[in-house]
Structures are given as structure tokens and as C-alpha cells.
């Protein structure tokens, strides 16, 4: 079992910045991050796996995903924020995901408890 500790987030203007923090208790192959915004369904953001970096088109040169391996920990780091990125952001993890199954929610087996990212236009 693995447990996933988010820490970020928070309010921030439109073309603002955040980073968001996802330490986890085991080990785990893949690390990525999805969100939730009020009343839609939970949706790919970026995720991590041997060393290849994957991201939604929605992000993509927006947004970063790294990991410090000494640490366990997965970062995203937000830059030049939109409204539309306002969301609940969740970490996931897993260890048994193919590249077809990367960005879909139910292929990972275990979930951070959710940080509140709001951009305020």
C-alpha cells in the first residue's frame, strides 16, 4: 500500500504561478497528477513514468512534472495560470501501467487526498 501526501496550491491571479508537492510512502513506477473541477469528471493533467514526462494538451508547455527520487516526491510546477486550470488537483500513483492506460484515472491504484488550486481572473 501506498500513501500519497499533496501539499500546495491555493489562490493565485491569472498568469500566476504554483507548485504542488506528492510525497509517497512506497515505492511507485508511475507519479502524475490529475484534477477535478466542480461538477466534471477527473481528468489527466501530467504524469511521470521511467524518466518520460507526459502531459494533457490543455498544459502542455504550461506546466511541469519532475521528481526527486531521493525524496519520493513528485512535483508540478504551474506557471502562467488560467481560470479554466481552477480545480481540485489530485497525485495518483502506480505500478503496473501500460503507456496506452497513462492518462486514464481508473489505471492507477492510488490517490493523493486533493489540493485546491483557484485562478482568479
Known amino acids: 500500500q501506498v500513501q500519497l501526501v499533496e501539499s500546495g496550491g491555493g489562490l493565485v491571479q491569472a498568469g500566476g504561478s504554483l507548485r504542488l508537492s506528492c510525497t509517497a510512502s512506497g515505492r511507485a513506477n508511475v507519479m502524475g497528477w490529475f484534477r477535478q473541477a466542480p461538477g466534471k469528471e477527473r481528468d489527466f493533467v501530467a504524469t511521470l513514468r521511467s524518466g518520460y514526462t507526459y502531459y494533457a494538451d490543455s498544459v502542455k508547455g504550461r506546466f511541469t512534472i519532475s521528481k526527486d527520487n531521493a525524496k519520493n516526491t513528485v512535483y508540478l510546477q504551474m506557471n502562467n495560470l488560467k481560470p479554466e486550470d481552477t480545480a481540485i488537483y489530485y497525485c495518483?500513483?502506480?505500478?503496473?501501467?501500460?503507456?496506452?492506460?497513462?492518462?486514464?484515472?481508473?489505471?492507477?491504484?492510488?490517490w493523493g487526498q486533493g489540493a485546491q488550486v483557484t485562478v482568479t481572473s
Open positions: 495518483a500513483a502506480g505500478n503496473t501501467l501500460i503507456l496506452s492506460t497513462l492518462r486514464k484515472a481508473n489505471a492507477y491504484s492510488y
